[in-house]
C-alpha cells in the first residue's frame, strides 16, 4: 500500500512538473503547441493535425528558421496536446499553455470545444471591463461556420463551407438540370455536420432542388438501416451526406446493401479524407465534395509528402495546419516577436495584431484571402472518388 | 497559475455533481439522472444571465429549483423501482433531457446577433463571469464558496436525524421500513436535494464553459456523477472531493504528458484505484484513523 502510495505521488510530481518547462528564448528555440482531439471516433484529425505541424516546422528549421525581434534565429518545435474533442478538456488546455510563454496556440479540431474556448477569450481586444483571456489562437480544423467571431483573439484558416456549398449547388444547377430532387443525411449530433447540412439544404433550395426529406445519425451511430430506408422511399436524384468519414462510410454500405442509387451523391468536406477511402471507396465511387486542399500544386504534392512522414496525412484540415505554421513564422518576424520569458504578453499582443492585420497569406492551392472577422477565404476545388482515390472533378475559380 | 485555477474550477463543479449523486448514494440508490439536472440547471440558469439578464446567483437559485422539483417530479415513479431498473429507468430520463436540449430552440435578437439554445447547435455567449469583469481567481472563489457551503450542508444533514435516516435507507431498506420509515418519501427526499445540488453545479458549468450544447450532457457525465461519490466513498462528503481530484486534477490533467497513453491508464488506475481501496478512497476505517490522528494532540490533560 505503502509503495503504491509512493508510486502514484512520484507519477503526480512528475506530471506536474512540465508544466514550468515552457519554450526558453535563450536556446533560440520557439515551441508552438497545438491541441485538438487524438482520442475517441476523430482523433485521426489531431493526428494529422499533428504530423502537419511538424512537417511544417521541418520545412521551417530546414530552411533557416524564423527570425526573431532581436535579431536571432530560432528553430521551431511543436508539441500537440489532447483535448478529446471535450469542451471542458479544451478550456484547460489552453489554459495550460496559456501559462506557459507560448505567444499563439493552434488548434482545435471541434467545434464544440472552439465554441466554448473562444468563448473564454477577450472579446474585445483592450477591453479592461472584460476579463476574458488575452491569448491568441489559431483553429486549424474547427469548421462550422462564424466562430471566429466569438472573440477578437480568435482566428481561423478554415475554408468558408458557405461558398463551398453555394458554389457546388450552383454548379449541379448549371451542369445537371435534369436533377430536380434532394435528400439529405447528417450526423446530427456533431455541430459542425449539423451545421453544415443547414447550408447544404439552404444552398440546394436556393438554386431549385426540391429537398425531399432528411434522414437524421448521430456520430457514434453503427447501423443505419432506418435512415437509408428513409432514403430509399423518398428516391430523391440527389443525395447530399453532411457526415464525417466514419458515419459516411456506414451510410453508403447500408445504401449499397439496400440498392440505393442516387445519381448524385455529394459530401461533407471533411469527408475528402483517406479516412473515407480507407473506409469504404468502392461504396463512396462518385461522391463530390468540396475541399481546399488536393495534392494539385507543387507546394500541396510536397506538402503531402511531408505530412505522410510524419506519421499523418494530408487532407483539407491538416492542410490548414500546414499553413498555419507558415503564417505563424511570417507574422513573428513582421512583428518582431521576441520569444522570452519576460515579453509573452507583448508578444501574444503582437500576434493577435498581425494576425488580425493579415489580408492575404499564402496557401498550398494559391493566395488565401483574410476576412475583418478573422476567417479565410481559401481557394477551392471539387473532388470526386475515383477508383480508389480522390481526383479533381472542377475547379470554380479557373 | 491560470491553469491551476481553472481546473479548482472544474474540480469545484465536479464536485458539486459527485455531491448531487452522494445524496442519491445515500439511500442506496444508483441514479444516472444527475447529468439530466446538470444540464437542465445549465440551460436554466445560462438563460436566464443571458437571455433576460439577471445576476449570476440568482439564476443558479432558480437552477437549482428547477432541477430540484424535476428531481422530485420524476423520484416519484422513478425511485418505485430499484436496482437495475433503477439504473435504466434514470439513464432514459437523462437521455430525454439531452435529447429535449437537442431540440430545443429560444433565441432573441440581440443587436446583429441571436442569443439562446440552438437545438443541436447548442447555447453560446454565456459570458457572465468575464463581462462582468470576473477574474479566472473570483471564479474559483466564488465556485468554493458554492462547494464548501453545499458540503458543510451535507455534513451537517448526513449528522442530523434525516442523515441517519438517509442511511438507514442505504443500509436495509427493509428494515427501514420495518421501523416506521417511509421509504419513498426519503428516496425522493435524497434525490430532491441531489437535484438541487446538480442545477446549481449545471448552472455554474455553463458560465465557466460559456457554451453549452445537448452532447455535454451524455451517460459519460453522468457515469463520472456515480463514479465521484462510489470511489471517494461514502463515509462522508469529503470522498467525493477526493475522487474528483483523483480523477479531474490526476487522471485527467496530471497525465495529460503522457499523450496517448494517458486514456490508457485512465480506466487501468481506476480500477486499481478500486481494487486498494474497495470501500472508497477515504472510507470509514480511513476516516476513524484521520479523526484519531487530529484528536490526539487534544486529549484533556487529566483523562
Not at chain 1, 434522414?215 to 435512415?227: A, G, P, V
Not at chain 2, 437549482?64 to 423520484?75: D, M, P
Request: proline letters at 3%.
Amino acid at each position: 500500500m505503502r509503495n503504491a502510495t509512493v508510486a502514484l505521488t512520484a507519477l503526480l510530481a512528475g506530471s506536474v512538473l512540465p508544466l514550468s518547462d515552457g519554450p526558453l528564448a535563450q536556446d533560440r528555440t520557439v515551441k508552438i503547441t497545438g491541441f485538438g482531439a487524438k482520442s475517441g471516433v476523430v482523433r485521426v484529425f489531431g493526428v494529422n493535425s499533428e504530423a502537419a505541424m511538424k512537417a511544417a516546422a521541418e520545412e521551417i528549421n530546414k530552411a533557416g528558421g524564423v527570425t526573431l525581434g532581436d535579431g536571432t534565429k530560432a528553430k521551431l518545435t511543436v508539441e500537440f496536446l489532447d483535448d478529446r474533442c471535450n469542451a471542458e478538456e479544451g478550456i484547460s488546455v489552453v489554459r495550460r499553455i496559456a501559462s506557459t510563454d507560448a505567444f499563439v496556440a493552434v488548434g482545435p479540431t471541434c467545434s464544440n470545444v472552439a465554441e466554448s474556448l473562444f468563448g473564454i477569450l477577450q472579446k474585445k481586444a483592450g477591453d479592461a471591463s472584460d476579463s476574458g483571456l488575452q491569448f491568441p489562437i489559431i483553429a486549424d480544423v474547427a469548421a462550422k461556420g462564424g466562430l471566429a467571431k466569438i472573440s477578437e483573439w480568435s482566428f481561423r484558416n478554415v475554408p468558408s463551407e458557405f461558398e463551398m456549398y453555394k458554389s457546388l449547388m450552383a454548379w449541379v444547377k448549371a451542369t445537371r438540370p435534369e436533377l430536380k430532387t434532394l435528400y439529405g443525411g447528417v450526423e446530427k449530433d456533431f455541430a459542425h455536420s449539423n451545421a453544415t447540412f443547414g447550408v447544404m439544404k439552404a444552398q440546394a433550395e436556393a438554386n431549385g432542388l426540391q429537398v425531399a426529406g432528411t434522414s437524421e445519425w448521430l456520430l457514434n451511430d453503427t447501423t443505419f438501416s432506418t435512415q437509408v430506408r428513409d432514403m430509399k422511399r423518398a428516391n430523391a436524384d440527389i443525395v447530399a451526406i453532411s457526415a464525417h468519414p466514419f458515419t459516411t462510410c456506414g451510410v453508403l454500405k447500408e445504401m449499397q446493401r439496400q440498392g440505393v442509387k442516387p445519381k448524385l451523391l455529394i459530401g461533407l468536406t471533411s469527408s475528402s479524407s483517406i479516412e473515407t477511402l480507407q473506409g469504404c471507396a468502392a461504396q463512396a465511387e462518385g461522391i463530390i465534395i468540396p475541399t481546399s486542399f488536393a495534392p494539385v500544386t507543387p507546394e500541396a504534392k510536397k506538402a503531402a509528402e511531408q505530412v505522410a512522414k510524419h506519421g499523418g496525412s494530408a487532407d483539407l484540415h491538416s492542410a490548414a495546419a500546414y499553413e498555419i505554421m507558415f503564417i505563424l513564422k511570417d507574422v513573428i518576424e513582421s512583428q518582431k516577436i521576441m520569444a522570452k520569458p519576460d515579453t509573452v504578453q507583448a508578444d501574444r499582443n503582437k500576434m493577435r495584431e498581425g494576425l488580425a492585420a493579415l489580408k492575404e497569406t499564402n496557401g498550398l492551392l494559391g493566395k488565401v484571402g483574410r476576412t475583418a472577422d478573422r476567417e479565410a477565404i481559401k481557394p477551392f476545388l471539387y473532388v470526386h472518388a475515383k477508383d480508389g482515390n480522390w481526383v479533381v472533378l472542377h475547379k470554380p475559380s479557373s | 497559475m491560470d491553469f491551476y485555477l481553472g481546473l479548482a474550477q472544474i474540480i469545484g463543479v465536479h464536485t458539486l455533481l459527485g455531491l448531487s449523486a452522494y445524496c442519491v448514494l445515500l439511500t442506496g440508490q444508483v441514479s444516472l439522472a444527475q447529468a439530466g439536472f446538470f444540464a437542465i440547471g445549465a440551460y436554466v440558469a445560462g438563460m436566464l444571465t443571458v437571455l433576460a439578464g439577471w445576476s449570476l446567483v440568482p439564476a443558479l437559485l432558480i437552477s437549482a429549483l428547477v432541477s430540484g422539483a424535476v428531481a422530485c417530479a420524476v423520484g416519484f415513479p422513478a425511485l418505485r423501482v430499484k436496482g437495475l431498473m433503477l439504473v435504466v429507468a434514470t439513464t432514459a430520463f437523462g437521455e430525454a433531457v439531452r435529447l429535449f436540449f437537442f431540440n430545443f430552440t429560444y433565441q432573441i435578437q440581440a443587436g446583429n446577433l441571436k442569443l439562446g439554445p440552438h437545438g443541436g447547435e447548442g447555447f453560446r455567449q454565456i459570458r457572465y463571469f468575464p463581462e462582468n469583469g470576473w477574474s479566472t481567481l473570483d471564479v474559483v472563489i466564488f465556485i468554493w464558496i458554492v462547494v464548501a457551503l453545499v458540503m458543510a450542508a451535507l455534513w451537517w444533514l448526513d449528522r442530523s436525524r434525516a442523515g441517519a435516516v438517509l442511511r438507514a435507507v442505504g443500509e436495509d431498506e427493509l428494515a427501514a421500513q420495518s421501523s416506521g420509515i417511509n421509504i419513498t418519501a426519503v428516496k425522493v427526499s435524497a434525490m430532491t436535494i441531489g437535484g438541487l445540488i446538480a442545477g446549481i453545479g449545471g448552472g455554474i458549468f455553463a458560465h465557466y464553459t460559456t457554451h453549452i450544447e445537448h452532447i455535454q450532457f451524455g451517460v459519460v457525465l453522468a457515469t463520472f456523477a456515480i463514479a465521484y461519490p462510489i470511489l471517494g466513498g461514502l463515509s462522508n462528503v469529503f470522498g467525493t472531493l477526493l475522487a474528483v481530484i483523483f480523477i479531474q486534477g490526476f487522471l485527467i490533467e496530471g497525465l495529460r504528458f503522457m499523450g496517448d497513453w494517458r486514456n490508457l491508464l485512465f480506466g487501468g488506475l481506476i480500477v486499481l484505484a478500486m481494487n486498494i481501496r474497495p470501500r472508497g478512497l477515504l472510507d470509514a476505517g480511513t476516516t476513524r484513523a484521520l479523526k484519531r490522528l487530529f484528536s490526539s494532540g487534544k486529549e484533556p490533560s487529566g483523562a
